[in-house]
């Protein structure tokens, strides 16, 4: 069945550090990519999007590129602020329409 | 708009009571998915409604009953709670079942069951 593996967190950061959270996943078929964010006590919010291969999505200095050719969807930024620290949900959605998420990196920023 | 909300924020209950989780959107969407989230594991889809008046099994379905009411409410049933349904319930709408539709998720019920 499908799958979505992340790089296990915590990730503490430094206020202006690069960020990568890695993303791999296993499906058959072309699905489709989401980052979502969870904030402290909130529910998830769709971060950003690729619906095929070489789109890049992005949002709030957000970038993740759907590479086909490597199954990846890695969450880049290049400026964290203390605003960022949250947990990182990498997902896909299927030509079954089912989404599957990975299970989540959490972000935490330093001042 | 108040997108999606659900009711409880928090519940506790003892092993074998029986509870509904409320969920309801205003976005007029036909789709609407039950999440639990458990440490480490990422969200499981419990069970989700096409459209009103379906309803259909997710990965997780199992002491789960569910209730599409109308177009905006999806209920979520637990008929006799047990301690491994201790998790964080989401509930989520879209306005359809498409490859690359975006879902939109309520606020959680943080649910302990002792």
């Known amino acids: 069945g499908d799958s979505v593996t992340q790089m296990e967190g915590p990730v503490t950061l430094s206020e202006e550090a690069f960020l990568t959270i890695n993303c791999t996943y296993t499906a058959t078929g072309y699905p489709s990519l989401f980052w979502y964010v969870q904030y402290p006590g909130e529910g998830l919010q769709l971060l950003l999007k690729?619906?095929?291969?070489?789109d890049k999505g992005s949002n709030k200095g957000f970038e993740a590129t759907y590479r086909k050719e490597t199954t990846s969807f890695h969450l880049e930024k290049g400026s964290v602020q203390v605003s960022d620290s949250a947990v990182y949900f990498c997902?896909?959605?299927?030509?079954?329409?089912?989404?599957?998420f990975g299970g989540g990196t959490r972000l935490m920023v330093k001042p | 708009n108040a997108g999606v909300t659900q009711t409880p924020k928090f519940q506790v209950l003892k092993t074998g009571q029986s509870m509904t989780l409320q969920c309801a959107q205003d976005m007029n969407h036909n789709s609407m998915y039950w999440y639990r989230q458990d440490p480490g594991m990422g969200l499981r889809l419990i069970y989700y409604s096409a459209s009103e008046g379906t309803t259909d099994k997710g990965e997780v379905p199992n002491g789960y009953n569910v209730s599409r009411l109308n177009k905006r409410e999806f209920s979520l049933r637990l008929e006799s709670a047990a301690p491994s349904q201790t998790s964080v319930y989401f509930c989520a709408s879209s306005e359809a079942r498409r490859k690359g539709e975006t879902q939109y998720f309520g606020p959680g019920t943080r649910l302990l069951v002792l």
């Open positions: 690729a619906t095929k291969a070489d």
């Open positions: 997902a896909l959605r299927d030509a079954g329409n089912m989404l599957t």
